[in-house]
């Protein structure tokens, strides 16, 4: 089957947890991209052969009306993906980063109706392994079940997102057990921290698991694919083989790759930084075809 052609965009800029290591740009400005100017991007990404789209951010459920944007995504005719913490589902919420905003409840029936797969992230079996990386909210092991039962129950399509770090590499498997009881998960991603970003590169030291471990626990988790395979896919993810496979969107608009070589090695010297390079402006229709052209190619970008 033919890999679908994907967008990632930052439809907010504020988030509900603080992630130390997060390794995305955040928009400049408290600013956010209209929702017109999404849709007329996507309309040219449509046309040109893309047939999803990641929302992410921030988190997009701090996004006002984001129902009303995934509505419109809806009618374009895009698969969509959307990653969120997911607090808005239990009730009205605060962000914490970049920003304080109190953001109404999301109902998890408008999710499961409009967005074809809802990542929900799950770092660890308890509250405090979660919290050794996103912090400043407690109880987040138990929020994030209840999440997963309204989801569920809502008959939502959910992705599970690991992100594996120093602080919980030998507790990820204590997750399965845990997964295993909620029929709407139907894909498990388990991902290798980079050291990119702001964040994610200022805390590398704290975070960063080296490759020989990261396939250690790959291995060590090939037993379980098969008793997965019925219900829930499961895909590992490496940083050297997520590099340059992606072109981002800023909450502002502005399009952007990581500043590193877009080659099939990972060089600890050069690839992990805090630097990116900006491809374009969605807010600007003449830059809609270079964005679209280099988010087809994004290793043809040459690095600063």
């Not at 400005?29 to 100017?37: A, H, K, R, W």
């Not at 405090?128 to 138990?142: A, C, H, K, P």
């Not at 083989?241 to 502002?252: A, T």
Request: aromatic residues 10%; contains cysteine; glycine residues 6%.
């Amino acid at each position: 089957m033919r890999e679908r052609l994907s967008l990632n965009i930052s439809v907010a800029r504020s988030c509900f947890v603080k992630c130390l290591g997060c390794y995305n740009h955040f928009g400049n400005s408290p600013n956010l991209i209209s929702t017109e100017n999404i849709l007329s991007f996507l309309s040219a990404a449509k046309k040109r052969g893309f047939t999803k789209v990641t929302l992410c951010g921030g988190d997009p459920l701090s996004r006002p009306n984001i129902t009303d944007l995934l509505k419109k995504i809806n009618t374009l005719g895009f698969f969509i993906s959307l990653d969120t913490v997911g607090t808005p589902i239990l009730r009205e919420a605060k962000t914490i980063f970049y920003g304080s905003s109190l953001i109404s409840k999301v109902d998890e029936a408008d999710l499961a109706k409009y967005v074809d797969l809802i990542g929900i992230p799950l770092d660890g079996p308890s509250n405090e392994i979660i919290s050794l990386f996103r912090t400043e909210r407690v109880n987040q092991f138990d929020e994030q079940m209840l999440i997963l039962e309204k989801l569920s129950a809502a008959q939502a399509k959910i992705c599970i997102n690991t992100l594996v770090y120093k602080g919980n590499i030998n507790y990820v498997e204590e997750i399965l057990p845990i997964i295993k009881n909620f029929d709407g998960i139907k894909k498990w991603q388990i991902f290798q921290f980079m050291p990119i970003g702001p964040l994610g590169y200022k805390n590398r030291n704290i975070y960063e698991v080296s490759d020989e471990d990261f396939f250690l626990l790959r291995n060590r988790m090939k037993k379980y694919k098969e008793e997965l395979s019925k219900h829930i896919k499961l895909e590992f993810k490496a940083k050297a083989e997520r590099k340059g496979n992606y072109m981002f969107i800023d909450s502002e608009g502005l399009a952007w790759v990581p500043n590193i070589a877009m080659n099939e090695e990972w060089n600890e010297q050069t690839d992990s930084t805090h630097k990116r390079l900006i491809v374009g402006d969605i807010n600007i229709p003449e830059d809609h075809k270079k964005i679209l052209e280099r988010a087809l190619h994004p290793k043809s970008i040459n690095i600063e």
